[in-house]
C-alpha cells in the first residue's frame, strides 16, 4: 500500500489522540505543554500596593507641591512590605510605604521617597505631580475567575511565572509520549563497541532520539537488532509502556526486509508501506491496540525526512501541542538544484535574510551521507512532484527547522 | 555607579569564562554545547558499501542490459549485512548483496534486485545503467583525520547522528554554569503557602530559572529570604558549588534595599548599582573570587529585562556558545508606542512577517503586570534613548525571542 505524504500523515494524526495528564512541580515544567486552562482564584495584585518606596496621601493635597513651595504632610504610620497598614490616611496625613506593601485606606496617592524631606513626623513633599499613578491597583493586572492561561500552552519563562503568581505549585501538563527505538541490520553495532570490518555504528537512534524531544516526546533506547523477525519482536514487545515504536533499517523491498514480517508477527495492522517522497519513500506504518508502529528506512537522510514528516506532527498532537507544523514560507533559490523531481521532494538547506528576500541554498552533500547536512540545515526545500530541474532565482517552499 | 548597558554588558562578559568540559553519555547530551572539536579517527562509510539490495558485479558488464537483451551473470557469493565477502568479482560473475553490506574486490557497480530475474546460479540484469553510482564509496562522507564538528556546536538530531557514527559515546561537552536564585523582599511567600493579606507568591525565580535554563544554565532554587541581610547573606553562601548568584528584590534606592549592604557583608566587589535602561535600572553586580552577582529588582518586568540583557550574554558565553545575543531584525510598528523614551528601553511585543515586511505590536498590558506580555511575546522592541513617541509605519529595531 504505497501512499501520498498528505493521505499518510491524515491516517496517523487521526489515530493518535493527546497523551494523559500528569501532575509536576512547577520547577520542572520548563517547555512541559499545559495540560488544564489555569483560572485565577484572586485578583492580582491581590490587593492595592506601592510600585515604589515613599509615601502614601490623598493625591489632591499634593499636586501643586513643589521645592518653593513643598506640602508637608505629618507621618502617622510605617507600612514595610509584607506587613498591613495600621491607620487610615485623612487629610494632612501620610504613611511611609515600602516596595510592594498595600496601599493604606483612604490614600490616592505615593510619592517616592526622593521627592520628598524629612523632618520627624513632618514629611515635606518636593514634587507631587502624578502621585495617583504610583499605585498597581488590585485587579489590574488578573481579575477573579479570568482563564489566564489555555491548554496546550507551551511552558516558556512568562507562563512559569504567571503560573507562579497563581499558586500552580504542581500544574496538569500532558505526559510525554514514550517513544521505543531500535536500530535493526546486522551491520549495526552499539556506538561503543570497537568498529570492526562490515560494521556500521547505530547512527539512527540517537539521531531520533533528539527529534523525538523536540517534538515533544520521550525517547527510549532499545538498542540494536540483527535482521531476525524474532529478535526484532521480541525487542519491541520489551517495550510495552511505550507509546509509539520506531525501527530503522529492513523497511524496503528486499529479502532482509523484515519489518513487515515483524508487524504480522506481532499482529500490528499495517496501514501503509510506502510513502511518495524522496528521501523516505520506503517506510511502514502499523497501529496495535491504539499504539503505533513506524518502520523508518535505515538510511540516515530517509529516516530522518521520514520521521520528520510522518513521526513529528504525530508526536506534536499526542504531546498536546496546538500547532503540529512547522512555519513555512517563501523563499529564492541562491544556488540551483539540479535534479530532476518525480515525487515530492525534501531538501536540506540554509536560509537567511538578504534585504527582502529570504535566500535559501541546498546543502552540499545531499544523498546517503546527510548528518554533514542535516547538522548545517535551518530549513528544508519542499520540491513539488514532477518538477524540472531548478535554477537560480526559482521561488521554492521552504520549511523552517529551527530560528532563521 | 551607574553605567550605560553596554558597559554594563562588557564588564560582565569580560570577568566570565566558559565552563569546565564534562563527559556525558551521548543519549543525554541533546542540546548541549560540544566541549571539544571532534576529529575522525576512520573512514565513514569505513568501506566501499552497497546502499541497495540487488547484485554487484562489473559495471560496464551491464551497461547495455535491457528487458529485451539481459546480461546473464553467474552468482558467486552472497553478502548480507553486517558480513563480508568471502569472494572477488570477475568477467561475468555478481554477488547478491544487501543494503549497508561491503562491496566485493573487482565489483565496481550494484544493480537493485528489481531489475533483475533470478534463476538458480543465473543472474539476468534487465537494466544496468547507472550501476557505478549505486556504491557509497568509502570516506565519502567523511575522511579520516577531518575536522567533523567543532567545538562550541550545539548538540542537535544531526550531531547527535554525527557523534553516534564516530564513536563518541560520551563526548565531552562544557558543564552547565549552576545559578543560584533567591527571591527577597518580607511580602514574598514560597508559591505553595495559602497566600495571606500583604504578601505575593514568588513569582520572580519561576520566571528567572526557566530564562536561565533557556541561556543554558541549571537553576537552583534557594528559596525566599525576607528583608534581612543576615538571612540573605547566609542563604547566599549556602550554595558555594553555584556559579552565579541571582537575587531578586532590595535592589533600588530605599530602606528596604539591602542588596548592596549583603554584597559589603560578603565581600563582594560592587560592579555597578544602577544600568541605565527601562525596565531595569536598578540592578547591581558584583564579584568574588571569580564568582558573579547579579541583584535584579523584585519588579518581574525588569527583573525579566535586566536578566535578557545582562544575566543572557554572561550564562551564554559561560556555557560555551559561539554567540552570545539573540537576533535583531528591523521591523514596522502596526500600533503606536506612545510613551517618550528617556533611557534606552525595551518593549515586549509580537511580530509577524506580513508582505515583505516584519511588523511589530507593542504587548497591551506593559509595565509593573508584565507576565501576560512576556506569555505571549516573541520580541522585544528596542526604542533608543532620546526617542518621542513613536507612530505607526515608523522602522524600529527588535530582537527576536523565539521563531517569529
Redesign the interface.
Known amino acids: 500500500m504505497s501512499v501520498k505524504l498528505e493521505t499518510a500523515q491524515e491516517i496517523l494524526l487521526n489515530l493518535v489522540t493527546v497523551m494523559p495528564k500528569e501532575r509536576v512541580a512547577?520547577?520542572e515544567c520548563?517547555?512541559r505543554i499545559l495540560g488544564e486552562t489555569v483560572t485565577s482564584d484572586?485578583d492580582?495584585?491581590?490587593?492595592n500596593r506601592s510600585?515604589?518606596?515613599g509615601y502614601a496621601m490623598i493625591a489632591e493635597e499634593v499636586t501643586a507641591a513643589s521645592p518653593e513651595n513643598p506640602v508637608i504632610l505629618k507621618q502617622i504610620d510605617y507600612i514595610?512590605?509584607?506587613?498591613?497598614p495600621s491607620k487610615a490616611i485623612s487629610a494632612g496625613t501620610t504613611s511611609r510605604i515600602?516596595?510592594?506593601?498595600?496601599i493604606p485606606p483612604g490614600a490616592t496617592g505615593v510619592i517616592r521617597?526622593?521627592d520628598t524631606i524629612v523632618n520627624g513626623d513632618n514629611v515635606s513633599i518636593l514634587d507631587g505631580r502624578g502621585a495617583e499613578k504610583n499605585i498597581?491597583l488590585q485587579g489590574?493586572?488578573?481579575f477573579q475567575g479570568e482563564e489566564?492561561?489555555a491548554q496546550g500552552?507551551i511552558?516558556?519563562?512568562?507562563?512559569?511565572?504567571?503560573?507562579?503568581?497563581?499558586?500552580?505549585?504542581r500544574p496538569y501538563v500532558f505526559r510525554k509520549p514514550r517513544v521505543a527505538l531500535i536500530a535493526t541490520?546486522?551491520?549495526?553495532i552499539p556506538?561503543?563497541y570497537p568498529?570492526v570490518?562490515?560494521?556500521?555504528?547505530?547512527?539512527?537512534?540517537?539521531?531520533?532520539?533528539?527529534?523525538v524531544?523536540?517534538a515533544g516526546g520521550q525517547?527510549l533506547?532499545l538498542g540494536n537488532a540483527?535482521?531476525n523477525i524474532d529478535e526484532i519482536a521480541h525487542l519491541l514487545e520489551s517495550a510495552s509502556d511505550c507509546d509509539v515504536f520506531i525501527t530503522t533499517g529492513g523497511a524496503?523491498?528486499?529479502?532482509?526486509?523484515l519489518i513487515g514480517e515483524v508487524y504480522k508477527k506481532l499482529g500490528v495492522t499495517l496501514l501503509f508501506d510506502r510513502v511518495s517522497m524522496k528521501p523516505g519513500m520506503p517506510v511502514l506504518a502499523g497501529v496495535r491496540d491504539g499504539k503505533l508502529f513506524l518502520g523508518l528506512s535505515?538510511?540516515?537522510a530517509a529516516a530522518?525526512i521520514s520521521f520528520e514528516q510522518l513521526g513529528r506532527p504525530m508526536l506534536m498532537k499526542m504531546a498536546g501541542r496546538k500547532v503540529w507544523w512547522r512555519?513555512r514560507?517563501k523563499g529564492i533559490l541562491a544556488s540551483p538544484f539540479k535534479k530532476k523531481t518525480g515525487d515530492k521532494r525534501f531538501v536540506w538547506a540554509r536560509c537567511w535574510?538578504a534585504d527582502?528576500d529570504i535566500l535559501v541554498e541546498p546543502s552540499r552533500?545531499q544523498g546517503?551521507?546527510m548528518?554533514?547536512?542535516?547538522?548545517?540545515?535551518n530549513a528544508l526545500i519542499v520540491i513539488p512532484e514532477d518538477s524540472p530541474p531548478l535554477g537560480v532565482g526559482t521561488e521554492v517552499e521552504i520549511i523552517?527547522l529551527?530560528?532563521a
Not at 155 to 169: D, F
Open positions: 512547577l520547577q520548563w517547555q484572586m492580582f495584585p491581590p490587593f510600585p515604589l518606596d514595610p512590605a509584607g506587613g498591613n515600602m516596595t510592594g506593601a498595600p521617597l526622593e498597581c489590574d493586572e488578573i489566564v492561561v500552552t511552558i516558556n519563562a512568562g507562563v512559569m511565572g504567571m503560573l507562579a503568581v497563581l499558586g500552580k505549585s541490520g546486522s551491520e549495526i556506538i561503543d568498529l570490518p562490515g560494521k556500521i555504528r547505530n547512527s539512527n537512534s540517537y539521531m531520533l532520539s533528539a527529534q524531544a523536540e525517547a533506547f540483527s535482521d524496503s523491498v528486499g529479502d532482509y526486509d535505515g538510511n540516515p530522518a512555519p514560507i535574510q527582502t552533500a546517503n551521507g548528518l554533514k547536512s542535516a547538522m548545517a540545515a523552517l529551527a530560528d
